[in-house]
């Protein structure tokens, strides 16, 4: 054979090569993949190109959906000061009531009733002129059937007093509308303000009621129920347009003392409805 081996050797090697390449250069023209056009193609001898590589877009998720609170029907109930005597809107404690809880967030309303009067979102009350706590506990039964509250803003027994009527016993029937209240819608909480304490010629009368009224608190907080007393503030004679209303300044002060307790009152339902919901 001689030096003719390593020169066949070598061309062999060399052939190959060039088969290697050409080979190479085929692939390379191809598609990547996909039908014919569709892929990426490059020159033989060129790397592959690569499609660029996006970052994904953010994936919207959508937050949560806000429960909203239904809002707490509230009742005012009782007399002319209920309905808005001496106002001269007739708008009572519940124009300035209403304002304070729309400033806040953690709770809304709605007043329920059959009555209207009042220049306020929501006029609705069942408050009436001159009726004592016998005329109110005879109607009550249809009042709260018809307007489910589950709240009453109580104010009621100036009219007894003033007209004299077994003074004594007021406080006596005072309790049994409020049980009678009870007993119309169980569950339902009872926020009562007693009488204006600077009312003219019935100071010690009011004094007594008064303290009676407040010792309800206790008693039916004890049977479970949900009771809380609100002490009213002491009008002035420029607070007042007569001997037993007040006026606007005068309301906007009851609506001062009755806003905590309402407010406390609402927070404490809704934490007594939690911890029976977890309980389930």
Known sequence: MGSEGPIRVGAVVTAVVAVIAAVAGIALALP?????????????GAGVALPPVRASSPVDVPAPARVVPQ?????????????????????????PLWRMVAGQSRFSIRFVGEQVSGDLPEPANEGHRGYTIDQIAQ?????????????????????????NLDIPGAPDRLAALVNRIY??????????????????????????????????????RRAGRSFSYVTPPA?????????????DTGYRLIAQAIFP????????REAT???QAAAR
């Not at 990547?32 to 033989?44: D, F, K, R, V, Y």
């Not at 010629?201 to 009011?206: A, I």
């Not at 307790?261 to 404490?268: F, G």
């Open 261 to 268: 307790v309402l407010s406390r009152t609402i927070a404490d």
């Open 235 to 247: 009008l002035t004679s420029t607070e007042r347009v007569d001997r037993l209303h007040p006026d």
């Open 183 to 220: 007993r119309d819608r169980p569950g339902v909480s009872v926020v009562f303000m007693g009488l204006l304490p600077t009312t003219p010629g019935l100071v010690p009368q009011v004094a007594v009621y008064n303290a009676r009224a407040a010792a309800l608190e206790r008693v039916e």
């Open 71 to 95: 809002p707490v029907r509230v009742l005012p109930l009782g007399d002319s000061i209920t309905w808005g005597q001496g106002s001269p809107t007739e708008s009572s404690y519940r124009a």
């Open 32 to 44: 990547a993949h996909g039908p014919a056009g569709a892929g990426l193609s490059a020159p033989a």
């Open 139 to 163: 109607n009550v039964d249809g009042w709260m059937a018809a307007a489910r509250p589950d709240v009453v803003i109580l104010h009621i027994g100036i009219n007894d007093l003033a007209k």
């Open 273 to 275: 409805r939690t911890v």
